[in-house]
């Protein structure tokens, strides 16, 4: 990326959108809405199971 911007919404305290800047100069904007800040997230949803993708998937670490 050459430049991103992130837009906070003050009352809330968090992201509302972020404006990407990558080095073709193409502006790629993400909108944030319905953040849960307080979510339950199972920490296997954060381990890559090689299981569940094909055989010849090339895994970096």
Same mark, same amino acid.
Request: a positive charge; hydrophobic letters at 40%; glycine letters at 2%.
């Given at each position: 990326?050459?430049?991103?911007? /992130? ?15 990558? +080095?073709?100069?193409?502006?790629? $904007?993400?909108?944030?809405?319905? /953040? ?15 299981? +569940?993708?094909?055989?010849?998937? $090339?895994?970096?670490?």
């Amino acid at each position: 990326f050459q430049r991103v911007n /992130l837009f906070i919404d003050k009352a809330k305290s968090t992201f509302s959108k972020a404006r990407i800047l990558d +080095k073709s100069n193409n502006i790629t $904007e993400v909108k944030m809405s319905g /953040l849960n800040l307080n979510a339950t997230v199972a920490e296997s949803k954060f381990v890559f199971n090689k299981s +569940k993708y094909p055989k010849d998937v $090339e895994i970096l670490d």
